[in-house]
Each structure stands twice: as structure tokens, then as C-alpha cells.
């Protein structure tokens, strides 16, 4: 694998390439053993755009993954090209814009310092359950590792994946555009589900350990906490930032997508009419039903069985 190229592995993750970016996978690998009818958009995405792709042995999608957890599948599609932070806003609002956008669509979440595959996959997939913005961190790989992209399930398709190279400078590029920054922090005083939202918002998470640093937490408009029970210190992050996105996205007030006209209802056919009767022929009525007391029950004996047989003693 050469620097120009990106591991993509997990089913529904090379699906959602093969169904959002086709043109950028290089070439494809998947299991010989394994079923392959639900892989069959992805091989005809292969072969519209003439990549080659072939059967291998489980251990060799495992040495091609870097991983056992390659779910019989694995691409190598070119890098993602680094987005900027104004361009990645702009295609947000336009979506938003949209009738039948969600309420998160101009929803952010933010890491700092959260570098975890695993946690940066589940926010991906939480992102793209709610129909939410996209996903901003500091670093120089403009994309998800092959571990992330598994995780998020294919939800790292239909998100923002913008990173940059000052995590503060970029929130404040945020404040400057009309999004709200708002940090996570347990030792935070107010309640998330206090913070009003009415417009575009960016969830700022810091690592489990460390939380948000100085820099960060100097740019955010306020801190909140998620209230909870106290027993334990902390969420874990992707939990964090799946409880702050659901709460962007059941925000009373926020638009909606219209719902769909429901179809007029079809007139029934009319009846037809009856018929006349003959002169001197009383018209048919149906029967009274029997409304007489039913009588005894009549008990019919089972037959006496025969009793089993036994062996006398002599």
C-alpha cells in the first residue's frame, strides 16, 4: 500500500464507498469462503469504473486489513484530499437549507486530543444517524483510520470529515460563521439539556483523561455537563457525543422535515340498486336468529377401556 492509498475494510463501510465515492476505490479484495451476494454493488461499482478486484483467502484480507476484523472485505481507495473548514460549512448550510433536513444538520462535534479509533468511529456513526454536520479535529490525516471507518459503519460517508491543523483556530473560524461552541465538561456547572438551541451548534469533546485543553476551553462560548448519577467519573466520550447530538436533534422548535401528504382516500363504489320485486311476491328477509335458551348438554359416555393386562404369579 503506497502513501496515496487508504484501507477501507468492514461490509457495510465498503459499501458505503462503492454507493457515495465509487470512482475512488482502487481496487478491491474479498473473502473466497465467504457469501458475497449483498458484496454485488460493490463489485459492479468495481467494474463500471474498471477496478480489478479479487477472491483471497481469510488470511490474506486479514494481512491486506492489518486487522482480523475485516468482515471478509477490504478496498484501497485514494486518500481524501484535505477539506477546508469554509468549504465543509458552506455545503453544511446548503444542506440544512434543504426541506427535508434534520434538525442536527448544522450540528458539529469537535475532539480534542480524542485520538481513539474505536470512539472517533461511533461519533462518525452517531453524526450520520442524526443527520448531523460533520466531525472536526487537529491532525494531519484528512481521513478516518480503516479501524474508524469499520466502526462507523459506513456512517463516515455522509458526514464533514474536516481536520485542521489548530483545533482552536478553528472554533474560532466556527464563532465567526454563527456557530455556537459549546465544551463538554463533567466539573461544568449548567446542564447541557439547559443550553438553548436555535441555531447552527459544535460539541467540543476532550479525552477521557485529560478533558479539553486550556486553548480550547478558552474559545468555547460556554462549558456544560451531562447530568448523571455520580458513581462513576466520567462517559465515555462517544456516549458524550451521542447524548449531545440526540439532544441538538430533539430540540422543541427546531424545523423539521415535512411530513408526507397522506393520499386521498378513494370514494367507494356506489351500490347497486335492488331490484324490484314481482307483484304479489313478499320480498326476502333474512332469518331471525335462534335466540331460544339452548337445552341440557347431552354427555355421551367415553367407552370403558379395557384394563391392562397382568401376568399372574404362579
Same mark, same amino acid.
Given at each position: 500500500?503506497?502513501?496515496? $492509498?487508504?484501507?477501507?475494510?468492514?461490509?457495510?463501510?465498503? *459499501?458505503a464507498v462503492a454507493e457515495r465515492?465509487?470512482?475512488?476505490? *482502487?481496487?478491491?479484495?474479498? #473473502?473466497?469462503?465467504?457469501?458475497? %451476494?449483498?458484496?454485488?454493488?460493490?463489485? %459492479? &461499482?468495481?467494474?463500471?469504473?474498471?477496478?480489478?478486484?479479487?477472491?483471497?483467502? &481469510?488470511? $490474506?484480507?486479514?494481512? *491486506?486489513?492489518g486487522s482480523k476484523h475485516h468482515e471478509g472485505v477490504v478496498l484501497f481507495t485514494e486518500r481524501r484530499e484535505r477539506a477546508s473548514l469554509s468549504l465543509a460549512l458552506s455545503r453544511v448550510a446548503a444542506r440544512a437549507a434543504e426541506p427535508a433536513s434534520s434538525p442536527a444538520a448544522q450540528t458539529w462535534v469537535a475532539l480534542d486530543g480524542v485520538e481513539n479509533d474505536h470512539n472517533q468511529g461511533a461519533i462518525a456513526r452517531t453524526l450520520a444517524w442524526f443527520g448531523a454536520a460533520g466531525l472536526l479535529w487537529q491532525g494531519p490525516r484528512p481521513q478516518l483510520s480503516g479501524a474508524a471507518l469499520r466502526v462507523a459503519q459506513g456512517g463516515a460517508e455522509h458526514v464533514e470529515l474536516v481536520t485542521v491543523d489548530r483545533l482552536a483556530d478553528a472554533l474560532a $473560524?466556527? %464563532?465567526? &460563521? !454563527?456557530?455556537?461552541?459549546? !465544551?463538554? #465538561?463533567?466539573? &461544568?456547572?449548567?446542564?447541557?439539556? $439547559?443550553?438553548? *438551541? #436555535?441555531?447552527p451548534v459544535c460539541w467540543v469533546l476532550g479525552s477521557e483523561e485529560l478533558g479539553l485543553s486550556a486553548e480550547v476551553r478558552a474559545r468555547c462560548d460556554e462549558l456544560v455537563a451531562i447530568p448523571g448519577a455520580g458513581v462513576v467519573e466520567s462517559l465515555n466520550v462517544s456516549v458524550s457525543a451521542a447524548i449531545l447530538v440526540a439532544r441538538a436533534h430533539a430540540t422543541p422548535g427546531a424545523p423539521r422535515a415535512p411530513s408526507a401528504p397522506s393520499a386521498p382516500r378513494a370514494p367507494s363504489a356506489p351500490r347497486a340498486p335492488r331490484a324490484p320485486s314481482a307483484p304479489g311476491e313478499r320480498p326476502l328477509r333474512r332469518p331471525a336468529p335462534d335466540r331460544r335458551p339452548a337445552g341440557p348438554l347431552t354427555v355421551i359416555d367415553a367407552p370403558q377401556l379395557p384394563k391392562p393386562y397382568k401376568q399372574r404369579r404362579p
Open positions: 500500500m503506497s502513501r496515496q $492509498e487508504a484501507p477501507v475494510y468492514g461490509r457495510r463501510a465498503c *459499501l465515492r465509487p470512482s475512488h476505490i *482502487l481496487r478491491a479484495f474479498y #473473502d473466497a469462503a465467504g457469501p458475497t %451476494k449483498d458484496l454485488a454493488p460493490l463489485l %459492479k &461499482a468495481c467494474a463500471a469504473h474498471h477496478r480489478p478486484y479479487r477472491a483471497v483467502s &481469510a488470511e $490474506e484480507l486479514e494481512r *491486506l486489513a $473560524e466556527l %464563532k465567526a &460563521a !454563527g456557530v455556537r461552541v459549546v !465544551g463538554a #465538561d463533567q466539573h &461544568a456547572r449548567r446542564s447541557a439539556f $439547559e443550553v438553548p *438551541l #436555535d441555531g
